[in-house]
């Protein structure tokens, strides 16, 4: 073989070894980016965003049976089904039991905000005998004009012969995620209950 043969031959397996290696540069850069996203992804989803308040006067403890109901929908039925299933699954843990709304010590009422600022007022305009009667924290927001915003969960419980509101908790944006999303908001709402 000639040296112009020998150098023709190099240069072909030069390029071949260059494609190789930057096909596996490219490999490892759509790795490393999918890594990254995962872990971004997690991120968002680990720092969801739920706070609860009460009615730090009220004794938790007369409560035992509860029933829950839908009182905004959202719009997607089987989301609020899984919300209902998940908020039950946390209250029986804590040795509630579920029951008729007619002879249950509580009501649990779950609101959707599918609108952009949507009002405590509007969540009970089509519950009238409910209300959150300004129970508490400003986290929360003790007034009736406060908006959450589009994709929150809100979960009131009332005492049913008072039917005044004793505990809420909201979840932010977790209507817009997966099933997992709402179970892992039901757990944070309600590890500390009932409230000491």
């Given at each position: 073989?000639?040296?112009?043969g020998k150098?023709?031959?190099q240069s072909r397996?030069n390029?071949r070894?260059?494609?190789?290696?930057c096909l596996?540069e490219?490999?490892m850069k759509?790795?490393?980016?999918?890594?990254?996203?995962v872990?971004?992804?997690?991120?968002f989803?680990?720092a969801?965003t739920?706070?609860?308040?009460y009615?730090r006067n009220?004794?938790?403890s007369?409560?035992h049976?509860?029933?829950i109901?839908?009182?905004t929908?959202?719009g997607?039925?089987?989301?609020?089904?899984h919300?209902?299933?998940?908020?039950?699954?946390?209250?029986?843990?804590k040795?509630w039991?579920q029951?008729?709304e007619?002879?249950?010590?509580?009501v649990v009422?779950?609101h959707?905000?599918t609108k952009?600022?949507?009002t405590?007022?509007?969540?009970?305009?089509?519950?009238?005998?409910?209300?959150?009667h300004n129970?508490?924290?400003?986290l929360?927001?003790?007034?009736d004009?406060?908006?959450?915003?589009?994709?929150t969960l809100?979960?009131?419980?009332?005492a049913?012969?008072?039917k005044r509101?004793?505990?809420?908790?909201?979840?932010?944006?977790?209507?817009s995620g997966s099933p997992?999303?709402?179970?892992?908001?039901?757990?944070?709402?309600?590890?500390?209950?009932?409230?000491?």
């Open positions: 073989m000639t040296g112009l150098i023709a031959l397996c390029r070894i260059a494609a190789k290696v596996k490219d490999e759509l790795r490393g980016g999918i890594v990254g996203s872990l971004l992804a997690a991120l989803v680990s969801q739920v706070k609860t308040d009615d009220y004794n938790f007369q409560l049976t509860f029933a109901k839908i009182g929908p959202w997607n039925p089987a989301a609020q089904d919300a209902k299933e998940a908020i039950a699954k946390q209250l029986t843990a040795g039991s029951a008729d007619a002879t249950c010590d509580a009422v779950l959707g905000a952009t600022a949507q405590f007022q509007a969540f009970y305009t089509a519950l009238p005998n409910y209300g959150w129970v508490g924290a400003p929360l927001a003790n007034s004009a406060y908006e959450y915003n589009a994709g809100v979960v009131d419980i009332f049913s012969k008072t509101a004793v505990f809420r908790a909201v979840g932010e944006g977790e209507l997992e999303r709402i179970d892992k908001a039901t757990q944070k709402m309600f590890s500390d209950f009932p409230p000491k």
